[in-house]
């Protein structure tokens, strides 16, 4: 006989992912909404629980891997492809634990809806 996780620890980690994707999407709306508000010259309250302060400044944007990359074509030349399939046919296999992101169970919604029709 099979056994099982336990059903109220899924539904509360499938909820929580959701809870957080759902928080992600609405920090990030809210955030660039406070950055047009700084940009156009609003300032931050001083009387409230929280303080945010906004700076701006110019970076450099490089990607280091996309320069190693390149640097490595131009030292290997053709051998590029040979190298890089060489690199990961050798690199050692390494067992790694993960959850997808859950998905309604169509079992579940037949099985609740034959239910709800009786």
């Given at each position: 006989?099979?056994?099982?996780?336990?059903?109220?620890?899924?539904?509360?980690?499938?909820?929580?992912?959701?809870?957080?994707?759902?928080?992600?999407?609405?920090?990030?709306?809210?955030?660039?909404?406070?950055?047009?508000?700084?940009?156009?010259?609003?300032?931050?309250?001083?009387?409230?629980p929280w303080i945010l302060t906004f700076s701006s400044q110019e970076r450099r944007q490089i990607?280091?891997?996309?320069?190693?990359?390149?640097?490595?074509?131009?030292?290997?030349?053709?051998?590029?492809?040979?190298?890089?399939?060489?690199?990961?046919?050798?690199?050692?296999?390494?067992?790694?634990?993960?959850?997808l992101p859950p998905k309604v169970n169509p079992d579940y919604e037949a099985e609740h809806m034959?239910?709800?029709?009786?």
């Amino acid at each position: 006989m099979p056994k099982y996780l336990n059903q109220e620890e899924v539904t509360r980690y499938a909820i929580l992912d959701a809870e957080i994707k759902k928080l992600e999407a609405e920090k990030k709306a809210l955030r660039e909404e406070l950055i047009e508000g700084f940009k156009s010259g609003l300032l931050c309250p001083r009387r409230g629980p929280w303080i945010l302060t906004f700076s701006s400044q110019e970076r450099r944007q490089i990607s280091w891997k996309d320069e190693l990359l390149r640097l490595a074509k131009d030292t290997l030349g053709k051998g590029w492809k040979k190298y890089v399939t060489r690199i990961e046919t050798e690199a050692p296999v390494v067992p790694t634990d993960m959850i997808l992101p859950p998905k309604v169970n169509p079992d579940y919604e037949a099985e609740h809806m034959q239910k709800v029709a009786s």
